[in-house]
């Protein structure tokens, strides 16, 4: 498990530092009482897209698996890593999480579970702030609403501010990826995608229809030659989809079918 942290420098007097140590307490019990919690809801396993990822998580076809957007470790990362650690094959999720206390909270989650080195927590980022989409295109995309606090201009700025504190994680992902999940950064997913697609053989995007994170994402995959929708959901939630090479569709589709609830009338 990785679990390198880079360490901020120390506070100057004791005011700061009881000071920090409140806002960092503070920050931590929001996390706790639920801050993302939802996102543990959202994707159940016996529900669309987690029912998506356990089916892909449990094809023994692949076995490298990478999510960028760990958060607290308990709702995508959980989901899959469960999925492999009941398979009798070597198979591992490499998860990488770019805000540095988020990633602090999903390695305190997983502190003293048995994982049989199935499950890689990572905190880095697999793109450069300048990757970044800029706050010009944010105003103009299509899907941006400004009243939702996700799209904020505080929330762009704290982004920007992970991205570029934390540590290039792509050389610690392999360099063949069998599933790639994107569920990370609101204005950051299209870098990761850009930096990752050539790597992967299934992407898997959630939020891709009407939100920003994997709008643009969603809209290059259907355009091109070499990748196929096996799944495609505007429905549920802010929409889901599944995209795998154009070879593997008839792998990859039927997998999905045959785990995927029909949606709700």
């Known amino acids: 498990m990785n679990s390198a942290v880079r360490q901020s420098a120390r506070p100057k007097n004791a ?24 996102r543990r809801a959202d994707v159940a396993s016996g529900e669309g897209f987690g029912a998506a990822l356990a089916a892909l998580a449990s094809c023994r076809r692949f076995s490298r698996y990478v999510e960028i957007g760990t958060a607290h470790g308990l709702g995508t990362t959980k989901l899959i890593t469960d999925a492999l650690l009941a398979r009798p094959d070597d198979c591992r999720l490499w998860t990488v999480e770019s805000h540095r206390f988020t990633y602090q909270v999903a390695v305190r989650n997983w502190r003293g579970a048995e994982t049989r080195g199935r499950l890689v927590l990572i905190y880095g980022a697999a793109t450069g702030v300048g990757d970044m989409m800029q706050w010009e295109e944010i105003c103009a995309d299509p899907n941006y609403d400004e009243t939702k606090s996700v799209y904020s201009f505080s929330s762009y700025e704290k982004g920007k501010a992970a991205q570029q504190n934390a540590p290039d994680a ?20 299209y870098g ?32 091109a030659e070499e ?22 569709l008839e792998t990859v589709a039927p997998l999905l079918r045959a785990a995927v609830p029909p949606p709700h009338p």
């Open 192 to 223: 990761e995608y850009k930096a990752l697609a050539g790597r992967a053989k299934v992407i898997c995007l959630d939020d891709s229809h009407r939100a920003i994170k994997n709008r643009r994402v969603r809209e290059e995959l259907l355009a």
């Open 170 to 189: 792509k050389p610690l992902l392999p360099e063949e990826i069998d599933v790639l999940l994107l569920d990370g950064g609101e204005f950051s997913s």
């Open 227 to 248: 990748w196929a929708a096996a799944a495609d959901m505007p429905n549920e939630r802010n929409g889901w989809s599944v995209f795998c090479r154009r070879e593997l």
């Open 15 to 38: 005011a700061s530092r009881a000071a920090g140590v409140l806002r960092e307490s503070l920050r931590y019990l929001r996390l706790w009482a639920g801050m993302y919690s939802r």
